[in-house]
């Protein structure tokens, strides 16, 4: 499968959770249509 870059990406065939660790990693979730239930933004400092 691919993902809104044009990159392989492999999905599991019935996922129940997916984490998105950055925010262009939900645009590609979103891009495969995968249904956002909850999102959650954290900030950390440095």
């Known amino acids: 499968m691919k993902d ?3 990159a392989s990406v ?3 065939e ?3 959770w997916v ?3 950055m925010e262009s990693d ?3 979730l979103l891009a495969l249509d995968v249904k ?3 999102f ?3 900030m ?3």
Do not use: E, F, K, W
């Open 36 to 38: 956002v239930i909850g």
């Open 4 to 6: 809104a870059t044009d």
């Open 10 to 12: 492999c999905v599991p």
């Open 40 to 42: 959650r933004r954290t």
């Open 14 to 16: 019935h996922p129940q």
């Open 26 to 28: 939900l645009d590609a």
């Open 44 to 46: 950390t400092s440095n």
């Open 19 to 21: 984490v998105a660790l």
